[in-house]
């Protein structure tokens, strides 16, 4: 599949799935460098 044939719908999609996909792990780094201080 090449990029110009995706959508701005098709492109946002994707962009929120990788979102929730990395949210837990941002509060994990932030949690493991708030406990290491």
Excluded: V, Y
Excluded at 14 to 32: C, G, Q, T, Y
Aim: charged share 25%; no cysteine; aromatic share 2%.
């Amino acid at each position: 599949m090449d990029l110009k044939e995706l959508s701005t719908g098709q492109l946002e999609a994707a962009a929120n799935m990788l979102k929730a996909i990395a949210h837990p792990m941002r509060i994990a780094i932030l949690s493991f460098l708030e406990d290491d201080t």
